[in-house]
């Protein structure tokens, strides 16, 4: 089993932005290795390589984006099929938004560990029951996301692919998977940390903790 995470940003700006005194896509490089995932990939524009030079001593590798207007379905297409060439049996890859900065590793671990209990499926974090990033979509998911429009914003193609794809929520007590980079560190609710073992999480649209303790010996 081998999660990688997908690094998105629109903009150079967007991913050198300081966060923390580090350009922000490095920091949420060193938080997703921390987190269990390789391979990294970033993908966003980087005409000087600035943003190539700024991932230079980290696990993370630069991908050139897929053409605008293949829209925000398209650059995570592109970041998936990147992370598939770059490390043969990916499994699953995580779709992360550069403006997601506070995500901790623990969130990153979390989603790792459901997706081992349960590969096939779309798994998205959640804070206090909303939604929220990075979505953690199994490589053989690739296919149903060619197939999303391409004028929709990142979480109306993930609401439309859960719609259809076998998916869950997972609760994992972390601010950060809903509140962006316009939180300020010191404004973000405290860590609560999850609730539940990844293997009991709840079901997009179903109430599934009766099936699932009427699964137990």
């Known amino acids: 089993m081998t999660v990688g995470v997908v690094i998105l940003s629109a903009t150079v700006e967007g991913a050198l932005a300081d966060t923390l005194g580090q ?28 943003v190539a030079a700024a991932l230079l001593g980290s696990e993370a590798i630069h991908g050139s984006p897929a053409a605008p207007d293949a829209g925000a379905t398209g650059q995570m297409v592109r970041g998936m099929e990147l992370a598939i060439m770059e490390v043969r049996g990916t499994t699953a890859v995580l779709l992360w938004p550069a403006r997601m900065t506070w995500v901790g590793p623990e969130t990153v671990t979390s989603l790792i560990e459901a997706h081992g209990l349960d590969t096939d499926t779309v798994l998205r974090p959640a804070w206090q029951g909303d939604p ?21 914003a990142p979480t109306e193609v993930i609401t439309d692919l859960m ?10 007590g972390d601010p950060g998977v809903t509140h962006d980079v316009d939180t300020p560190r010191d404004a973000l609710p405290a860590y609560e940390g999850p609730p539940d073992p990844p293997g009991e999480s709840h079901e997009w649209g179903a109430d599934v903790s009766a099936e699932a303790e009427s699964n137990r010996p």
Do not use: F, K, Q
């Open 132 to 152: 929220g990033w990075p979505v953690l979509l199994p490589t053989g998911s690739l296919a149903a996301l060619r197939l999303m429009p391409t004028d929709r």
């Open 23 to 50: 350009p922000r896509v490095r920091r949420l490089a060193d938080l997703a290795w921390s987190g269990g995932a390789l391979p990294i990939i970033v993908v966003s524009p980087d005409p000087e390589g600035a």
């Open 163 to 172: 719609a259809t794809a076998r998916s869950r929520i997972v609760e994992v």
